[in-house]
T-cell receptor
Framework: EAQVTQNPRYLITVTGKKLTVTCSQN?????MSWYRQDPGLGLRQIYY???????DKGDVPEGYKVSRKEKRNFPLILESPSPNQTSLYFC????????????FGSGTRLTVV | AQSVTQPDIHITVSEGASLELRCNYS??????LFWYVQSPGQGLQLLLK????DTLVQGIKGFEAEFKRSQSSFNLRKPSVHWSDAAEYFC?????????????WGLGTSLAVNP
C-alpha cells in the first residue's frame, strides 16, 4: 500500500531532550515536506526537500532540523524541544511535478512539558 | 500577497442535504488548486485538484469543485452528504514557479453532519 509512515504517533517529552520524528514513504516520491498544524494557525511548512541531499527552510524552521540521506526517509529533529513546539506534525510527500497532490502521514502529536 | 480564504469556519448540514464549501484565493497567475479532507485523528487526504483544463473537476468520495477565475474561487460541492463526511476540509493553492510551488493553505472548514 502506498503510504507515508510517521513514528511515533504520540510523544510526550521534556524541555531540552532531543527527539527525532521519523518519516518514510514507499512511493519513490522526490519531494517531501514537514508541516505543523496548530489551532487558528492552520498548516505551516517547517522544512522541505526536493530530492536526496536537497533541503530548504519553510515558513517556520526555527528549532528544527532535517536530513535527506535516502529518498524514502525524511526525519524531523528537535535538538532542544521547547513547549512552543507542542503541536501536531505531519510529513507529506509527492512526485516532483507540482500539480500532483501530497500524500500525508497520519501525524505525530507532540507535547513538550 | 498570496492567500487562501475559507470564509466558513464551521458548517452543519443534515445527512442527505447538498453541501458547498467556499474557497477564495489571491494569486496573480494561474494557480494549482487543491482540496484536502482531514478526518478526526487522521492525516490529510487529497480529494481533488485542478491546474488546467475543464474547470469542473471530479474527486473522490463523490466530491466535485469548480474553478472560477473571475471570482478567484474554487468551491467544493457534494450533492448528498453522508454522515461519514463529517471532517475538516482544507483548500490549498500551489503558488510559485515550476515544481517548487509552495502550498498556501486555508484555515479549514469544519463540517458537522446531523442524522
Amino acid at each position: 500500500e502506498a503510504q507515508v509512515t510517521q513514528n511515533p504517533r504520540y510523544l510526550i517529552t521534556v524541555t531540552g531532550k532531543k527527539l527525532t520524528v521519523t518519516c518514510s514513504q514507499n512511493m519513490n516520491h522526490e519531494y517531501m515536506s514537514w508541516y505543523r498544524q496548530d489551532p487558528g494557525l492552520g498548516l505551516r511548512q517547517i522544512y522541505y526537500s526536493m530530492n536526496v541531499e536537497v533541503t530548504d527552510k519553510g515558513d517556520v524552521p526555527e528549532g528544527y532540523k532535517v536530513s535527506r540521506k535516502e529518498k524514502r526517509n525524511f526525519p524531523l529533529i528537535l535538538e532542544s524541544p521547547s513547549p512552543n513546539q507542542t503541536s501536531l506534525y505531519f510529513c507529506a510527500s509527492r512526485l516532483q511535478r507540482a500539480g500532483d497532490g501530497y500524500t500525508f502521514g497520519s501525524g505525530t502529536r507532540l507535547t513538550v512539558v | 500577497a498570496q492567500s487562501v480564504t475559507q470564509p466558513d469556519i464551521h458548517i452543519t448540514v443534515s445527512e442527505g442535504a447538498s453541501l458547498e464549501l467556499r474557497c477564495n484565493y489571491s494569486y496573480g497567475a494561474t494557480p494549482y488548486l487543491f482540496w484536502y479532507v482531514q478526518s478526526p485523528g487522521q492525516g490529510l487526504q487529497l480529494l481533488l485538484k485542478y491546474f488546467s483544463g475543464d474547470t469542473l473537476v471530479q474527486g473522490i468520495k463523490g466530491f466535485e469543485a469548480e474553478f472560477k477565475r473571475s471570482q478567484s474561487s474554487f468551491n467544493l460541492r457534494k450533492p448528498s452528504v453522508h454522515w461519514s463526511d463529517a471532517a475538516e476540509y482544507f483548500c490549498a493553492v500551489g503558488a510559485g514557479a515550476g515544481n517548487n510551488r509552495k502550498l498556501i493553505w486555508g484555515l479549514g472548514t469544519s463540517l458537522a453532519v446531523n442524522p
